[in-house]
């Protein structure tokens, strides 16, 4: 049974090109709950939000229900429905979803070979992200679902003492910031989502960095990856400090980026605590790249 090949040919609404991201986020969503807690089924009621919020973020610009995906995985058999009478969907409609207490996980057969062969995890998760999402949002999404995407890839059920990333750190950060870039105050929104913006480990994950809000920054994408890069960094009185070994000659590069040495950082919000002293001296010794240069305010 080839579950790459399933995961790849998922039966779904298609024409003229119209995307229909519905069964991989609701699998992705799946997959990420399973390498959490293999044991945990997902109650309809319980996780309605956090696939309406999903859809409503990597879906298409049309609305739609998250109890769509829910009753119709079941066809690609990697699905499983009960209710609170047993087995089998009730089907699409909401209030019926949650009135039976309808709970969805991963079919028997998928959760059997995941348990033996634990890297398989993260090779379906790549197979929907390949297949259905520019590589652009595929670190944001794993985000979104909580998946370990680097550890699924390899023996992630096979070490449950590795530490595991809290799902709730954007969302955490990107509110005490009040969803604006403390660089530069970008704060765009598509509709109701923030859209650009992202949480940014101060003191890396990989370095032992913590999931806390005072290791969090909330950075446009732009800015992030500059951050990351050692172009950007924090001073004393959380002043952004911008290395001397950045070159850019454009009118853009020098307002998005030279002209910001100096500047106060924006956030987080009152009563928020700042970040850390020592993630702050981690980056600057590990990360940030060179001397800055002079405050140009």
Wanted: hydrophobic content about 35%.
């Amino acid at each position: 049974m080839d579950w790459l090949e399933r995961a790849s040919k998922l039966r779904q609404w298609s024409r003229d090109g119209v995307r229909a991201p519905h069964k991989p986020l609701l699998l992705l969503y799946a997959l990420a709950r399973f390498q959490a807690d293999s044991e945990d089924g997902l109650r309809y009621s319980a996780v309605e939000a956090d696939l309406k919020q999903l859809l409503a973020e990597y879906g298409p610009a049309r609305g739609t229900s998250p109890a769509y995906p829910f009753h119709h995985l079941v066809s690609d058999d990697m699905w499983e429905v009960r209710t609170d009478r047993g087995p089998g969907s009730p089907g699409t409609g909401v209030r019926e979803l949650r009135a039976s207490g309808a709970t969805g996980r991963l079919s028997p057969d998928l959760r059997v070979a995941l348990g033996r062969e634990p890297s398989l995890l993260g090779r379906m998760a790549r197979v929907l992200l390949d297949l259905h999402f520019p590589p652009s949002l595929h670190q944001d999404l794993c985000e979104a679902v909580g998946l370990e995407l680097e550890l699924a890839e390899t023996d992630s059920l096979a070490a449950p003492e590795r530490r595991r990333r809290d799902p709730r750190m954007r969302d955490v950060v990107l509110t005490a910031y009040e969803y604006q870039c403390a660089f530069c105050g970008y704060d765009g929104m598509l509709g109701t989502m923030p859209v650009g913006l992202e949480a940014a480990h101060v003191r890396w994950w990989a370095f032992d960095g913590p999931d806390d809000v005072d290791n969090g920054l909330c950075l446009c994408s732009l800015h992030h990856k500059l951050f990351d890069k050692g172009v950007l960094g924090i001073g004393d009185g959380h002043r952004v400090l911008v290395s001397q070994r950045f070159v850019g000659r454009s009118p853009a590069a020098r307002e998005h980026v030279t002209s910001l040495a100096g500047r106060p950082l924006i956030g987080p919000q009152p009563g928020v605590r700042p970040i850390a002293t020592a993630h702050r001296s981690w980056h600057l010794s590990q990360v940030f790249r060179g001397a800055p240069r002079p405050s140009t305010t």
